[in-house]
């Protein structure tokens, strides 16, 4: 057992065992020991770990988190400290309306709540789904006690006739077969519920896979902890672990502040142009560093990101799916390769107790078609290439996925230069797209770009995944399967869609995108990061001088108190009145 002779004086003692407050203690004490526990174990002077518990009927994703939490219960125990398990608001990516990334800050703020107000002296963070994972982090480092993160881990391998389908990838492929006529309702039904094939997240690099990668790359958990997938029965045993180690850490008081450093940031930057993660990195990643107070620039993605080449060989960028990605070496094989070729900051402290280049240590892969050599990637320039223009300040194109037909399409008709031109064809949100997609008076062809917008944190709100829109049926029974797509909303991790996504300035507040019009011509130069509409200074002025489009008015007081503060997504789409706190548990809340 870790050496605890030199136990510190736990903030859970201000509760239980406070000389000051001798009146109070028995209030605090006795509802406990209505399950059980003892006033002696609450007043040892052991550390009280909670257990952010993700998992929920809701929350499907990280239902396994119920079962897990019994191994960390049991680690906690036999190092020496008390669990005490409480929910988590619960996020479910693909059901919750009218988006779950307005359920990111609400988990976030009601866990910094929890942490700060209650006998907790460290956590376990249970991640899974999407957004769990940035908003428990986010939480962890506002309140900055010690904190670990436990992934859950990803379904099985999806099979169907044969071939693997990956959760997300599969349904963005099946409802393209559906329109195109190539399979049927039930067909399609049955392509989904094969991509889904037992208890945990998404099996691809979707932004859940994504999230927990970046999460061990910060140095948040356990070497290896986050591709194990969830049936397996090391997830079992690395919950125990991480049960162990949070006590540890609790007695060595180490905090996120010591953990979430810039060099931190910038490697989890670099792992995920590797991996071929998510666009929804770049908020996430974005908001975990502002509530970390590290500085960290739109900039540092095309300064960082931008050159390092994909190595995982993994859906939707690649072929595979996360149980070959864990059996290939998980996230530490993909940072052996990284490290190697000087690409890392590693040399910086982790939940383990060790620097991240000691974690990594005899951690090469030997799956070569999973995890190629940093030497001979799948693709060269495998990071988000960050855009602005009179249209946005800020947008970001993740390359990785686009199909080589598409680049055949576009860029070789750009030539050379790399510029290229489309008519802009604009929807206001998805209800308008699914409305007039089809409609044949829109002329859409290959030369359109598929525009939304009142997609952002502030006009949908929350931000929704809808950029990724699908060509209309017409095109799609020509083989044509994508057309560039432009927004200021984001596109699901799992989706294989080329487009200009997270556009900052959001329209809903005045950006660039709230003046365009269809039929407008937008330049895409790829040389120099621009992407403008073709318009004369007079025609944008008038086109002001008519105002914003509308967009849907709030349906709870939540959505009305998310938008009052909202940032936009170049910046994290951060509650903003809440970024200036940070380090509160070190205060004690009143009595
Ligand atoms: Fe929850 Fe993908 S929908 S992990
Ligand atoms: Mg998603």
Redesign the pocket.
Known sequence: MFDNSKARRFRSQDWFDNPDHIDMTALYLERFMNYGITPDELRSGRPIIGIAQSGSDIS???RIHLELAKRVRDGIRDAGGIAMEFPLHPI???CRRPTAAIDRNLAYMGLIEILHAYPIDAVVLTT???KTTPAQIMAASTVDIPAIVLSGGPMLDGWMDGELVG??AAIWKGRRQLAAGDIDEEKFLQIAAASAPSAG??NTM???STMNALAEALGMSLTGCSAIPAPYRERGQIAYETGRRIVEMAYQDIRPSSILTRDAFLDAIVVNAAIGGSTNAQPHIMAMARHAHVELHSDDWMAHGHDIPLILNMQPAGKFLGERFHRAGGVPAIMWELLQAGKLRADRLTVTGKTMQDNLDGRQTNDREVIYPYAAPLKQQAGFMVLKGNLFDFAIMKTSVISPAFRERYLSKAGQENIFECRAVVFDGSGDYHARINDPSLNIDEDSILVIRGAGPVGWPGSAEVVNMQPPDALLKRGILNLPTLGDGRQSG?SDSPSILNASPESAVGGGLAYIRTGDTIRINLNTGRCDMLITPEALESRKAEGIPAYPASQTPWQEIYRSTVGQLETGACMELAVPYIGIGNTLPRH
Do not use: V
């Open positions: 499907p994703c990280n479910f990516e693909n899974g789904c999407d959760s997300g997240h998404c979707g932004t859940a799992t």
